[in-house]
């Protein structure tokens, strides 16, 4: 096979890359090659599928702006042939909580957020309880609530970019790359699995947790690791206030989810590598004591089910790497390490490596301090506080 551009990687930014390639009139040369289009063990299905703009980088609230009004309009925009995509956008905010004394660390990023155009409001304790009544202020310094941000069904949009990209002519190919060649100056060609071969004169790595393998074909060297996480759906006894997708620096996570709540408290002492099975007392000896806490009318509560998905950790700064393999082989663009912000910044992130393709650079968001040379300078660039 044969095309302009090879994306390596179907998920929801090797789909959003696409799209906008697509956009730019370059979709009859675009191939993009996904082990399964079911995205069984992919990394987007698996996730809570937040937006949020409470980041202490420019660039990571920019991307997660653009995202918020790209997914806003998403139903409509990516409808094909009339038929809508819904992905159940719900706006109902994000809550930053500070338990374990970053509270310096959250006040100084709010202030950089409200610089950055976010609307948000920095919460003292008594201002808390009064917004959410339902939440345990004891042991809260402070917390940062922006009303505006808000989470989708990332599975129906995985699928909903995937879909579009296809109807503008991107090619999709089920199939695995198993071997990624080029003669040290250029990417040449990806092998595959069942035997076929996919020359292109530009090549882009996609590919989530699995970057790094990747990558290690042709001698790009990511520091780019599969991190497991768990997540469970428990159903309350009780109803609260509607309350917002709720991030504290006790690493606790969750957000109202039909019925009930989603979310998880993740074990970062665990090695990093593919792990999908999920832990036998997890939810009851960490997560449930840590929901009972922060919400009292959570204590009684019945879990309904556990699932493992596996963030693709940048083990330098946790930032995305985006862009050309500068100092390398420079036809190889790359969008990788994410470390858990994959679905929100998908929109920016496809946008900003279809101008680098196309257009030569970035044009409407610069996003050069997230490109491939600080990882070999060692110059990290990684978000203060929660991350």
């Known amino acids: 096979m044969r095309s302009d551009i090879l994306i390596i990687g179907g998920g929801i930014v090797g789909s959003s890359i696409a799209y906008y390639l697509a956009l730019r009139g370059r979709s009859g040369d ?6 399964d289009p ?5 990394a987007t299905p698996r996730g809570n599928g937040g937006i949020r703009q409470l980041f202490s980088l420019p660039e990571n609230i920019a991307m997660a702006r653009y995202g918020l009004s790209f997914f806003r309009q998403f139903e409509t925009e990516m409808a094909v042939d009339g038929d809508p995509v819904p992905i159940g956008f719900r706006r109902q905010g994000y809550l930053f909580i500070s338990d374990r004394g970053g509270d310096r660390q959250m006040e100084q990023n ?9 609307r948000a409001d920095c919460l003292d304790r008594e201002a808390l309880h009064a917004r959410f009544p339902s939440l345990c202020t004891d042991d809260v310094a402070l917390a940062v609530h922006s009303p505006d941000d808000a989470w989708i069904d990332p599975y129906a949009a995985l699928q909903g970019f995937r879909r579009k990209a296809r109807s503008l002519g991107v090619r999709y190919v089920t199939d695995k790359v198993v071997d990624w060649q080029g003669d040290g100056r250029l990417a040449k060609r990806a092998t595959l699995a069942s035997g076929e071969t996919v020359d292109a004169d530009i090549h882009v790595l996609a590919a989530g947790a699995w970057s790094a393998d990747i990558g290690a074909m042709i001698g790009l060297k990511l520091p780019v690791e599969p991190m497991a996480r768990e997540t469970h759906f428990f159903l309350p006894a009780v109803e609260t206030e509607p309350l917002p997708f709720i991030k504290t620096e006790s690493h606790l996570a969750f957000r109202p989810e039909g019925r009930g709540f989603a979310g998880g408290m993740p074990d970062w002492s665990v090695s990093a590598g593919w792990n999908f099975d999920a832990s036998a007392d997890g939810f009851e000896k960490i997560v449930w004591p840590a929901v009972a806490h922060r919400v009292p009318a959570l204590e009684t509560l019945k879990l309904e ?11 330098l700064d946790l930032s995305a790497i985006i862009g050309a ?4 082989i420079e036809n190889v663009y790359m969008a990788v390490g994410f470390s858990g912000h994959g679905i929100m910044h998908a ?6 490596v279809a101008e680098l393709i196309a257009d030569g650079g970035f ?20 978000e203060q506080g929660i991350v």
């Open 363 to 382: 044009q409407t968001l610069d996003l050069s301090r997230f490109g491939w040379s600080r990882v070999p300078n060692a110059q990290p660039y990684g």
């Open 30 to 35: 675009i191939i993009v090659v996904e082990p």
């Open 305 to 315: 089910r556990t699932w493992v998905g596996h963030y693709a950790r940048n083990t």
């Open 325 to 328: 393999w500068t100092g390398g």
């Open 110 to 118: 709010f202030r950089l957020q409200i610089a950055n155009e976010v």
């Open 38 to 42: 079911t995205y069984a063990l992919a």
């Open 347 to 352: 929109p920016a992130a496809g946008r900003a």
